[in-house]
């Protein structure tokens, strides 16, 4: 049996920030702009102190035992493709920015964040006991693993979910168009309720301005 692998997290002097990634946004590909209703930024709770976020989450990422269904299931972490900034990796058209509207890119699935289970279980290099960080990045966002599994994740897969050019927010079909005209069948326009043939989730929350597509897998020594 592989030995504990651990991705410890250090109560800092100054406030941790629990936050989350989005694969995909930035420049190239054709744009349009459409009109859409815009949500308020929703109302912010206190944070943790660093000290009991660090006892949380070294708690949720080592407190996995496959021999009991009560145990946590880890910690989930989006890398950031724009590490200095929260918003930056935030595309929802719908939802108020601070860092400024966003808008199609390339036909991705709107109000999306995608996102990786972390646990010592699984997700390290069987050769080293690293934790695999995704796509090599060095600085993340930690969701509120109470609400990623109550309210937040949308879908889950397997390896990489591919959910950017998916419909239903990232957890339909493939999507087989991928510019940002209407018509075309891109993921970013097919996200709506009246598109029933695209809801694969047993959970589709129409209140929930992001969703989470979160992605795990497992490693062993053997």
């Not at 991705?7 to 990634?21: D, H, K, P, R, Y």
């Not at 036909?107 to 995704?134: E, F, I, V």
């Not at 419909?167 to 326009?189: K, L, M, Q």
């Amino acid at each position: 049996m592989a030995s504990v692998k651990s991705l410890v997290f250090i109560g800092l002097a100054s406030s941790m920030t629990m936050l989350l990634q989005g694969c995909g946004g930035g420049g190239g590909g054709k744009t349009t702009t459409t009109t859409t209703s815009v949500q308020p930024t929703p109302p912010r709770t206190q944070p943790m102190s660093s000290e009991a976020a660090a006892k949380y989450l070294n708690g949720l990422f080592l407190g996995f035992n496959q021999s009991d269904a009560k145990s946590p299931l880890g910690v989930t972490i989006s890398m950031a493709a724009q590490p200095n900034t929260f918003f930056g990796n935030i595309f929802c058209s719908t939802f108020k920015n601070p860092n400024g509207p966003t808008q199609c890119f390339n036909g991705q699935a709107d109000c999306r964040l995608s996102a990786s289970l972390y646990s010592h279980a699984w997700t390290y290099d069987p050769k080293t006991n690293k934790t695999l960080m995704g796509l090599s990045r060095s600085v993340g966002y930690v969701f509120n693993q109470s609400m990623v599994e109550s309210k937040w994740a949308k879908c889950s897969y397997i390896w990489d979910g591919a959910s950017g050019n998916k419909y239903n927010r990232g957890c339909g079909d493939g999507a087989p168009g991928t510019t940002c005209e209407e018509g075309t069948n891109s993921a970013f326009f097919r996200h709506l309720p009246q598109h029933k043939e695209d809801l694969h989730c047993k959970r589709y929350r129409s209140e929930t301005w992001l969703v989470l597509t979160v992605s795990w897998w497992y490693s062993s020594s053997t």
